[in-house]
């Protein structure tokens, strides 16, 4: 099942359970979806590698927007956005820890056969890839450019 149809399934017992925020949730996911689906330029189908950018995107403005409520004082705002991340995130495959993001991005230097800072680049088109949804972009960066410089 796609991640598109894994999500519209997901409203309906959230509707039966009257769980208004995981309601408001997988009904602005299932918006971005069809949004995506059809765009200028879209054929109309969503691959399941273009949902999970769309819901790494989605988690990544839910963060930033609790953190600033946070900022301004706006704890119940804060709230909601964290319980929206929170189910958007049940949807995202599980972050990896230090040592596994460590692990992975040495396959990919390995692979790519880095040398040095100079091939930044190169590593970083192969591990943004791979690693999508598992990473966040800063930290894969820092990574990368820090196992680079120990080269």
Same mark, same amino acid.
């Given at each position: 099942?796609?991640? *598109? ?27 971005? *979806? ?19 950018? #769309?819901? &790494? ?10 953190? #600033? ?17 929170? &189910? ?20 990919? #230097? ?15 088109? &192969? ?19 820090? #196992?680079?410089?120990?080269?």
């Amino acid at each position: 099942m796609s991640l *598109f149809e894994t999500i519209s399934e997901a409203i309906k017992p959230a509707m039966l359970a009257k769980d208004k925020v995981r309601l408001q949730a997988l009904r602005g996911i299932k918006k971005e *979806f069809i949004e995506a689906k059809t765009a200028p330029g879209a054929d109309g189908e969503l691959s399941d590698d273009t949902a999970m950018k #769309i819901l &790494v995107k989605m988690a990544k403005q839910r963060s930033e927007s609790a953190s #600033i409520y946070r900022s301004q004082n706006r704890p119940d705002l804060a709230e909601t956005e964290e319980a929206e991340l929170a &189910v958007i995130q049940e949807y995202l495959p599980k972050a990896l820890s230090a040592e596994e993001l460590d692990a992975e991005l040495r396959k990919i #230097i390995a692979q790519t056969g880095a040398t040095g800072p100079a091939d930044m680049g190169k590593v970083m088109g &192969v591990a943004t890839k791979a690693l999508a949804g598992r990473a966040d972009g800063k930290t894969v960066s820092a990574a990368v450019r820090s #196992i680079l410089a120990s080269l």
